[in-house]
């Protein structure tokens, strides 16, 4: 299993968000440096994120999920084009799931397992 891990579950449909784009940054300095990405798959999961056994060094990482296309897709207007969540996690290479619950005018996150 890749260390970071996410879904996302569209809380008004009760079902998960597909075809979700997904890019997964790392904090340098003052900049952003793009590290992996995708697609959320029927589940609302983006498998393999990181290559499996990969690592990451501790520090503060962005998970930005493109809302915009998914809304625009189900033919919704969402008021969040994206969302960004910005996390930190620590050298240990322990596990890290950030889950987002969407929906067109709300959202929230929380650390899973």
């Known amino acids: ?16 968000a597909k075809n979700v784009p997904i890019t997964l940054f790392a904090q340098q300095g003052s900049d952003w440096k793009e590290i992996n990405g995708g697609v959320t ?5 983006l498998p393999g994120l990181l290559a499996e056994g990969e690592v990451l060094p501790a520090g503060v990482y962005r998970m930005h999920f ?24 620590d050298a240990s290479g322990t596990h890290y799931h950030i889950p987002l619950l969407l929906t067109a005018f709300g959202y929230s996150t929380y650390r899973g397992s």
Do not use: C
């Open 66 to 89: 493109a809302t915009s296309v998914y809304f625009k897709a189900n033919n919704e207007e969402g008021f969040y084009p994206y969302v960004d969540i910005v996390f930190e996690i």
């Open 1 to 16: 299993m890749s260390q970071i891990t996410t879904h996302i579950l569209d809380t008004t449909r009760g079902k998960p």
């Open 41 to 45: 798959n029927d589940d609302g999961r």
